[in-house]
């Protein structure tokens, strides 16, 4: 072996060694191309392009994030709503869109739930809940219909995945006008749909910072209903948190659909009180009930 060639070989045992410690320590920087100059390795500068090391990140992280919503932006994508001010009872288009870091518009959203975007409302009180599905412009601009009853302070949560990270970026909308204010209902077993059907939520109690099954029996006149597919699954669950409106991670149970049972795994991040909101299909038609949870 010529020096220059035993050199080049002694470089990238180095490099190897170098790459086997970083994997050993966890610590793989998948921006550093360690055999494009050794000598700076680990050193200066390193292009870390804004959310291509997040869901690196996220993934060797302890929890998934139990709570979103809390802001219009999140992971470099930023909410912005045109036309946040609403006239009460009228049928508005509300249009809102998520911009980059530069600035640019979204245009690329993954498929969740059947949707690339669900749009939930739901004013400051946790009264007025509302989910809807807008539609996408080509320039990015999502549009849906909403007609807002009541004046007061509401809010916007656009819940979608973006390179395969969940997002929900959130944004007040405003009804002006005198709001009467709703306490937050008491927590109760029982609940009626807005269609008439009696739903009972089955929990052991929730404790705060436990993944706690969640269970719904439908009923209707006495007699079991077993709701229909609706969006992927046979329920949707939108969970709230009491005074701050954090948007809770939910997701189906793995057990779901194995009975009449609508059944989610929720953990509630601290005590307090929450109030839920369960959509299911029946006869083509989607029922909303809400329940308040509290978490001791
Ligand atoms: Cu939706």
């Given at each position: 072996m ?6 080049v070989?002694?470089?990238?045992a ?8 970083a994997l ?11 055999g ?5 390795a680990?050193?200066?500068e390193?292009a ?7 869901r ?5 992280a302890?929890?998934p994030q139990?709570v979103r919503?809390l802001?219009?932006?999140q992971?470099g ?12 009872g009228?049928v508005?288009t ?15 959203f993954?498929?969740?739930?059947t949707?690339?975007?669900?749009l939930?409302?739901a004013?400051?009180?946790l009264?007025?809940f509302q ?26 949560f656009?819940?979608?995945?973006h390179?395969?990270t969940?997002e929900t970026?959130?944004s007040?909308l405003?009804v ?12 109760q077993a ?9 739903v ?8 705060a910072?436990?993944?706690?099954d ?6 209707r006149?006495?007699?079991a209903?077993?709701p229909?597919?609706?969006l ?7 969970a709230?948190r009491?005074g701050?409106?954090a948007?809770l991670?939910?997701h189906?149970?793995e057990h779901?659909?194995?009975d009449d049972v ?5 953990t509630?991040?601290t005590?307090?009180?929450y109030?839920?909101?369960l959509q299911?299909?029946?006869g ?10 509290e978490?001791?």
């Amino acid at each position: 072996m010529s020096a220059p060639v035993k050199l080049v070989a002694f470089a990238a045992a180095l490099v190897a060694l170098f790459a086997v410690g970083a994997l050993a320590g966890g610590w793989v920087d998948p921006f550093n191309d360690a055999g494009a100059d050794t000598a700076d390795a680990g050193h200066g500068e390193r292009a870390m392009p804004m959310g291509a090391d997040h869901r690196a990140d996220g993934s060797s992280a302890a929890q998934p994030q139990m709570v979103r919503g809390l802001g219009i932006e999140q992971d470099g994508l930023r909410l912005i709503v045109e036309n946040p001010e609403l006239r009460r009872g009228q049928v508005e288009t509300v249009r809102f869109r998520v911009v980059d870091s530069d600035g640019q518009a979204v245009r690329s959203f993954d498929v969740q739930h059947t949707k690339r975007m669900h749009l939930i409302v739901a004013r400051r009180d946790l009264s007025g809940f509302q989910h809807l599905h807008p539609t996408m412009a080509a320039d990015g601009t999502w549009s849906a219909s909403l007609s807002l009853a009541a004046p007061g302070s509401y809010r916007l949560f656009a819940d979608f995945a973006h390179d395969g990270t969940v997002e929900t970026l959130a944004s007040d909308l405003r009804v002006d006008g005198p709001a009467d204010l709703q306490p937050l209902p008491p927590a109760q077993a029982t609940a009626v749909s807005d269609g008439g059907y009696q739903v009972r939520l089955q929990t052991g109690g929730v404790r705060a910072g436990q993944e706690t099954d969640l269970r719904f029996a439908v009923t209707r006149a006495g007699r079991a209903v077993r709701p229909e597919p609706y969006l992927g699954a046979n329920g949707h669950l939108v969970a709230l948190r009491d005074g701050d409106m954090a948007f809770l991670h939910v997701h189906p149970s793995e057990h779901a659909g194995s009975d009449d049972v609508v059944e989610f795994m929720a953990t509630f991040p601290t005590t307090g009180r929450y109030r839920l909101f369960l959509q299911f299909q029946v006869g083509g038609r989607v029922q909303t009930v809400a329940f308040t949870q509290e978490a001791s």
